[in-house]
């Protein structure tokens, strides 16, 4: 494991370590042998899961090298695919312990034993931005211009570093104390992928979620992953403001016609003109998509500078009807959480 904070220890035998204590036995001082686990002996206190998936899961813990909570995902080495432990696993901690954003997950210290890697992360505690979805339905624009614009300034960080996500998601948005969005989960990053001489390196690798990957993704052809990320934080503003995803990921076949066409909005929630002309700039194919200056720049992110949002007059484009908008609302969707490659 690449990096200063990884810590390997070898010599564990079911990840415990031994630590003296004294006994006092018919007044005869004893020292006998207490197992301390071995995120114990770097200060840690696993408390409830909050995640969990098929090789990896996320505890709190306590801290008190920090002084706080945390967030700790404990990955199994057993259970994990090769690639991903050699490939990703390392690539996922070299970008972020080089990232420092109001709106990232902060990256603390990651651990590893014979049996596991423990990544040790700060505590959203207010869950994700999909809970908070399927709690109110849908966002008001007051709230999802917020959102969405510390999404926006996190992933121009990450990107004018060199670093693309590549599964930007309403999962992967967590919240703080104060509300406010932190991206997590770099599992499918990829770092030093800044331009050189004015070109930008390709991906070929097809990683994320179906209803949230572009278009050039869907096809499998090698893509700009920059502009995909755009992409994805198109759909997370649909998702906000609707609450509902704009393309149906249950057929990969329509799914591929619809990222192909105009994106539809539905009759309910009316929604203002501006943020539909934005949503519609992103959604959009790759030679005219929005770029990050253009979305900060937008309108409907800069409300004082724009004449006032109307809304809409009831003829929305391709409308869906109430019965619709209820099949395919965001909080009945299961998402993939990696592609199998297309071929």
């Known amino acids: 494991m690449p990096g200063p904070d990884i810590r390997a220890d070898e010599n564990v035998h079911g990840e415990m370590s031994t630590a003296p204590t004294a006994n006092v036995h018919s ?22 899961t909050i995640g969990s998936g098929s090789y990896a899961t996320v505890k709190v813990a ?47 210290q990651a651990i590893e034993t014979t049996h596991r890697v423990y990544i040790v992360m700060e505590y959203a505690e207010n869950g994700s931005l999909l809970d908070i979805i399927r709690k109110d339905q849908h966002i008001d624009e007051s709230r999802g211009r917020r959102w969405f614009k510390q999404l926006v300034e996190a992933v121009d960080y990450c990107h004018e570093r060199g670093v693309v996500h590549r599964d930007i998601k309403c999962e992967n948005l967590l919240m703080d104390s104060s509300l406010n969005i932190k991206l997590s989960d770099f599992g499918f990053a990829r770092g030093h992928m800044k331009p050189k001489n004015g070109v930008y390196a390709l991906s070929e690798t097809f990683c994320g979620s179906y209803a949230y990957a572009s278009p050039e993704i869907l096809k499998g052809v090698p893509y700009r992953p920059q502009d995909s990320d755009i992409w994805s934080m ?18 990969y076949t329509q799914l ?7 994106v539809s909005f539905p009759r309910e929630p009316k929604i203002s003109t501006e943020c539909r002309k934005l949503i519609t700039k992103i959604l959009a194919p790759l030679k005219i998509r929005a770029k990050i200056p253009q979305i900060l720049a937008d309108p409907w992110l800069n409300p004082h500078q724009s004449p006032k949002d109307e809304e809409l007059d009831g003829k929305p484009d391709n409308a869906t009807s109430k019965e619709d908008i209820k099949n395919v609302n965001i909080g009945t969707v299961t998402f993939d959480r990696k592609f199998e490659e297309i071929k």
């Open 256 to 262: 591929l016609k619809q990222v192909q066409n105009k």
């Open 234 to 251: 198109g759909v997370v503003l649909y998702a906000i403001v609707y609450g509902r995803l704009p393309f149906d990921d249950t057929n």
């Open 62 to 108: 306590n801290s008190d090298r920090h002084n706080c909570q945390v967030a700790i995902k404990i990955i199994s080495k057993f259970q994990a695919p090769g690639d991903y432990l050699k490939k990703f696993l390392p690539r996922e901690i070299e970008v972020v312990k080089g990232l420092k954003h109001e709106n990232l997950i902060r990256f603390l």
């Open 27 to 48: 007044g005869v001082e004893t020292k006998t042998e207490r197992k301390l686990t071995v995120l114990e002996t770097h200060g840690y206190v696993l408390g409830r």
